[in-house]
């Protein structure tokens, strides 16, 4: 008896799907299986995982940005080995607790300008208190968000979310305002109503992979600071070096007001996220000893997610990955870049450091035409998750398509990637688009079942 982690593993292992399909959302086994995703992991390392056969899957994925480190990083692992050797006096709960100091200390050495932050244990959590604290510190009600933008799917991140079929059943949200992306006019329109705590932008949107009009941040804060309102950046996918930038705010001449973390910063090992805030914000929400606890979270700054942070923090600067994500981001940018020229469906490649969308466009030619409309006639989004699917039956390569209805998938590899995983990615995908571009074969086979199954679910 007794518990034997190892043990179970071995004993259960193949059986996850069964127990998802029983216990959990029953919609994501189904999906897997409908879409040959359903494979066996059972370990990884850096930026391959490898499933029970032994076969290796290239991650360009890195559980949607969580894994900038590689997967299973020995540094962050020993630092979490250390922390459980320490037998600290974790959550203490009325203490200071020093692991939580040291990581808001060396997160703010990267933030010049931002002054405090809250711990808390997501990205959607970091969002919350970045809406509240903007709200209090201004005294106003309204946040005014983009087209298409994601912040997390908790009530409070919802309201900021820009596409209808997150929103769509969950009403009442929160009476915030969804501007068109990029629109400084409909900012300015926003803003003279006089009630707007603040904007809150993604420096790079997830969701389609688009990068904000040259300049528009710096506008945008400008205009915003002269309404007396604030500059949310969500950093929570583009932050920690992802767009070849600390925060991908620093590509522009820009001063958040607030700025959020998660995804990357533990590691991928721990649940964890922050909210980066001026001084001024924190003195006014945490106004005085009454108002210590009026936004906190049990879990936040706990000694895992701290060591794992911090640890995380140290890999990050070592093995230089900001300028990592960058050098390789471009390579990476660069050859597909020279594919779109040979491939009329590959209508854009586009992006920031090793945060890359390729979007795909209605063909020239007549024999393409017609199964690209004939899938588009299905569902919009399908040509993309042919190719997500193909590059992952074909080359054991994981990647995502880059929100529901639109044509674009989106690469988010570990920020460790070197020359040899550009090679990979870039070979599989010309194979692909080769297949697809003669119009027949097993990839449009898999659009054939893909059109099957969105007509049928
Ligand atoms: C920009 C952004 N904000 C917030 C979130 C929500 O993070 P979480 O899933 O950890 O709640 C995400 C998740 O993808 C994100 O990309």
């Given at each position: 008896?007794?518990?034997?982690?190892?043990?179970?593993?071995?004993?259960?292992?193949?059986?996850?799907?069964?127990?998802?399909?029983?216990?959990?959302?029953?919609?994501?086994?189904?999906?897997?299986?409908?879409?040959?995703?359903?494979?066996?992991?059972?370990?990884?390392?850096?930026?391959?995982?490898?499933?029970?056969?032994?076969?290796?899957y290239a991650?360009?994925?890195?559980?949607?940005?969580?894994?900038?480190?590689?997967?299973?990083?020995p540094v962050v692992r020993k630092a979490l080995h250390d922390m459980l050797d320490c037998e600290l006096?974790?959550?203490?709960?009325?203490?200071?607790?020093?692991?939580?100091?040291l990581l808001a200390e060396r997160l703010l050495g990267k933030a010049p300008g931002?002054?405090?932050?809250?711990?808390?244990?997501?990205?959607?959590?970091?969002?919350?208190?970045?809406?509240?604290f903007a709200r209090y510190a201004t005294g106003q009600p309204r946040i005014l968000y983009w087209d298409r933008a994601y912040h997390g799917?908790?009530?409070?991140?919802?309201?900021?979310?820009?596409?209808?079929?997150?929103?769509?059943?969950?009403?009442?949200?929160?009476?915030?305002t969804c501007i068109p992306f990029g629109s400084l006019d409909s900012l300015q329109a926003e803003l003279r109503k006089g009630d707007v705590a603040a904007l809150i932008v993604e420096p790079v949107q997830g969701k389609g992979v688009r990068v904000p009009p040259a300049g528009f941040l710096s506008a945008a804060g400008a205009m915003l600071h002269d309404h007396g309102a604030l500059l949310?950046?969500?950093?929570?996918?583009?932050?920690?070096?992802?767009?070849?930038?600390?925060?991908?705010?620093?590509?522009?001449?820009?001063?958040?007001?607030?700025?959020?973390?998660a995804k990357a910063l533990s590691g991928g090992f721990v649940p964890v996220g922050a909210t980066l805030?001026?001084?001024?914000?924190?003195?006014?929400?945490?106004?005085?000893?009454?108002?210590?606890?009026?936004?906190?979270?049990?879990?936040?700054?706990?000694?895992?997610?701290m060591a794992a942070g911090l640890a995380s923090l140290a890999v990050i600067e070592d093995e230089q990955l900001v300028s990592n994500a960058e050098r390789t981001g471009k390579a990476l940018r660069d050859a597909l870049q020279e594919l779109a020229g040979e491939y009329e469906m590959l209508a854009d490649v586009r992006g920031r450091?090793?945060?890359?969308?390729?979007?795909?466009?209605?063909?020239?030619?007549?024999?393409?035409?017609?199964?690209?409309?004939?899938?588009?006639?299905?569902?919009?989004?399908?040509?993309?998750?042919?190719?997500?699917?193909?590059?992952?039956?074909r080359h054991h390569t994981l990647t995502q398509v880059a929100g529901d209805h639109m044509e674009v998938i989106k690469l988010l590899p570990p920020l460790m990637i070197g020359d040899a995983e550009v090679k990979l990615f870039v070979d599989a995908f010309a194979d692909v688009m080769d297949e697809a571009h003669r119009g027949s074969g097993l990839v449009w086979d898999f659009g054939r079942t893909l059109i099957r199954q969105s007509v049928t679910r």
């Open positions: 008896m007794g518990f034997d982690l190892p043990g179970l593993l071995a004993a259960r292992g193949g059986e996850g799907y069964g127990l998802h399909a029983r216990y959990l959302n029953p919609q994501l086994a189904r999906m897997l299986h409908a879409i040959g995703f359903d494979k066996l992991y059972e370990r990884a390392e850096g930026s391959y995982l490898y499933d029970r056969d032994g076969e290796r991650d360009f994925l890195s559980g949607f940005g969580v894994f900038a480190l590689g997967r299973n990083h006096a974790d959550l203490v709960q009325f203490d200071c607790a020093l692991l939580a100091g931002l002054d405090r932050v809250y711990f808390c244990n997501s990205g959607t959590e970091a969002v919350e208190a970045a809406l509240k799917l908790t009530v409070g991140s919802l309201s900021v979310n820009g596409s209808n079929e997150f929103r769509g059943g969950f009403d009442p949200l929160l009476p915030d949310i950046c969500d950093e929570v996918q583009t932050g920690l070096g992802r767009t070849g930038r600390f925060f991908a705010f620093q590509h522009d001449d820009v001063q958040p007001d607030i700025v959020t973390v805030a001026r001084n001024w914000i924190f003195q006014k929400v945490y106004s005085s000893m009454d108002r210590v606890v009026v936004h906190d979270s049990t879990f936040g700054s706990n000694a895992s997610a450091g090793l945060m890359i969308g390729l979007e795909f466009g209605k063909p020239r030619s007549l024999k393409l035409r017609t199964g690209w409309n004939m899938l588009q006639a299905a569902r919009r989004g399908l040509f993309a998750q042919m190719v997500v699917v193909s590059l992952f039956q």
